[in-house]
DNA sequence: GGACGGTGAAACTTCAGGTTGCCTC
DNA sequence: GAAGTTTCACCGTCC
């Protein structure tokens, strides 16, 4: 037997718990599984939980069932919150007995174990192919081995294949030193995303005073060459100028040194610049969109805007462009070359690999407000439930952007088509449904039976009989729908008077 | 004799995570 | 680079 499950059949025995770290998510879910099958606990009633967490039970969701109605259980990325949340309740409740992760749980959240068990340290990285993890993620994962509250001690157990391999570990991560920390502000969006809200913020006015305010910053205490770091600021104010996001007028006050005059021409955001702050967008995502914003017109659609979006730096990672569905995403680019919004780039070009990704990611988008479900989503285009979620709602975030952007350009057309998008994303639903959806408390499922009902609109919806609509819909939430249209049908269904007298009862 | 099913090795694929953005009825 | 997954040839069994 692999050594893996001995080590986690040991700690069960000892009645203790214990969390594995997993190089990949295949990984833990296969030994989740695997251990799942050596154990003989019941817990029924987490099945139930998993399943309806998302509309459709999705493959991952029914094998996540299958282990943690048996105690273990596997968290990563791909799960849906509810799941997340009721794995990590139940293993502080201490029925869950093992957790295979990936890294998800080694920062964040604080669910320590009496023993953490590291099924490797290496993990695959692009360009190196299989490398070492950082130190101080080591360090993570060891860290949640011993709970203070229950135990004197904890177990970090890393698996090695051979001596040399043992020894290697025992150097690299028992004795070794973390990694220094480096700041994030030196990464270009995040650069040019403060740049522009500090300017638009009025903090900083001109050039010389951003400068100083950045000498002051953990970034500048690292990087120390002054000279290459006020290039790189350079850099970004002209680009923020060049953008229209900044205005850069002549100079100001009269006791400035010849040297110093550029450096005190007022810098200020423009109009456009301050919004595209305050939406706390990447200036060059802003930038992008608006280029794209101009080439909308009554040719393009949503799923031109679909693919505006899934293009951005934001919603990076892109879903992948599997192998076998190469030919597919060429046929589709072809297809829909019309409708997007903005060049593609030549097959030579390294960006091309992600502008395939950003095509796979529109499909999905637009299977999405096609009324598909996560269980086809999953095994059409490979992304979990966890990430359908994140996904949607970047979309959400930038179409809200876009939305914004269109405004102050006076572009009624795309507010219009890009609002309507908006509720088609966050819901789900095709076209037909969205005057349906005005109602509360209706959303895809109940708007989709109304309509295969014949209830179209609100205007049908006035015209139904209250018990076929009480049918379609369960009586008090027909009750509500009417009510919304301006009927206050007093009939009160059986439910709610119990409900009032037991609340006058108490 | 042919359909079906189980087995195992070779061939082929794919590979973690998630800041905090906005607005609102 | 390695684990996980799919594919496919092979063989035995049953009808």
Known sequence: ??????????????????????????????????ISKL???????????????????????KRLSQCIKKGIAFHHAGLLQ???????DEFKSGKVKIICCTPTLAAGMSLPAFRVIIKSLKRYSGKWGMDWIPV?????????????????????????????????????????EPEEIYSKLAVEPVLRTYVLSLISSGIVRNEKSMKEFFAKTFWAHQFKDMAKLEGIMDKMLSLLEEWKFVSIDGSEGDFVSANDMNKSRTTRATRIGRRV?????????????????????????????????????????????????HDMIQDELVKNYELLLQEEPSAFDLEYGEFCNSIKTTLFFDAWINEKDEDYCMETYGVRPGEIRMKLETADWLLYATEELGKILERKDVVKAVRSLRIR??????????????????????????????????????????????????????????????EDI???PKRTRKGQLSIQKY
Do not use: W
């Open 1 to 34: 037997m692999d050594i893996i499950h001995t080590l986690a059949l040991e700690t069960m025995q000892k009645n203790k718990q214990a969390l594995i770290f997993a190089p990949s998510r295949a990984s833990a879910e296969k030994t989740a599984e695997e």
């Open 39 to 61: 154990t003989h606990m019941n817990y029924p009633e987490f099945e139930e939980t998993v399943l309806k967490a998302a509309s459709t039970p999705t493959k991952q969701c």
């Open 82 to 88: 509810k799941q997340k949340d009721l794995i990590e």
């Open 136 to 176: 101080l993620e080591y360090m993570q994962m060891a860290g949640r081995a011993g709970r203070p509250e229950y135990e004197a001690f904890g177990e970090a157990i890393t698996v090695a294949k051979n001596d040399a391999e043992r020894d290697e570990i025992y150097e690299r991560y028992v004795c070794g």
């Open 277 to 325: 702050s305050e939406l706390y967008l990447d200036p060059l995502t802003a930038k992008y969109i608006i280029d794209c914003i101009s080439e909308f017109n009554e040719n393009k659609n949503t799923y031109s805007l679909l693919h505006m979006v899934s293009n951005t730096l934001e919603m990076r990672p892109l879903l992948r462009v599997k192998v076998k569905e």
């Open 425 to 486: 994303v966050k819901n789900g639903v095709k076209e037909e449904l969205l005057l349906l959806l005005k109602l509360k408390n209706i959303g895809r499922v109940r708007a989709r039976r109304m309509y295969s009902n014949g209830i179209k609109d609100l205007g049908d919806v006035k015209k139904a009989d209250v018990t076929t609509l009480g049918q379609i819909l369960g009586k008090n939430i027909a009750l509500d729908v009417k009510k919304q249209v301006g």
């Open 490 to 492: 007093k009939e009160v």
